[in-house]
């Protein structure tokens, strides 16, 4: 079923979310290097923390059989990726870093990957959330 669209993006972000985190902790001061904004330890732990919750909430939600469940998750994270995307798209138009560069484009596939597995599902009605749920 079109379910798997949603494990994809869902695994990716966690992934993402999670070597973020380690880059956060381990080299702060190379990660806020590679951006436009100021670097602080304390800051980027924190941001390390926040990658971390995300990490596991979108694993979790992959793992789970209700579609439904991971098409409100998708949503979410649609919602993230474009506040995130747009925050570095405006670190990119003042100084185009490679950092800026690269999670600008990676948000911007996120956003649209995620509105291609929410329509693809929402366009068959609750039907097809109600026969993707009964599938393994």
Known sequence: MK???FD?????????AVCAALSHIVLPEW????TTWASS????REIAYFDLLLAFIFSWAARQQDVALKRKVTLLLCC??????ENHLEGWLAEPRLFHVVFTMGNALALAWGA??????????PEQLKLAESQP
């Open 31 to 34: 990660t806020a290097a590679g």
């Open 116 to 125: 291609v597995a929410c329509w693809s599902v929402r366009k068959n009605g």
């Open 80 to 85: 993230l990726s474009l506040v995130l995307g």
């Open 3 to 5: 379910h798997y669209r």
């Open 41 to 44: 330890p304390h800051w980027q």
């Open 8 to 16: 994809i993006l869902l695994w990716a972000w966690s992934g993402v």
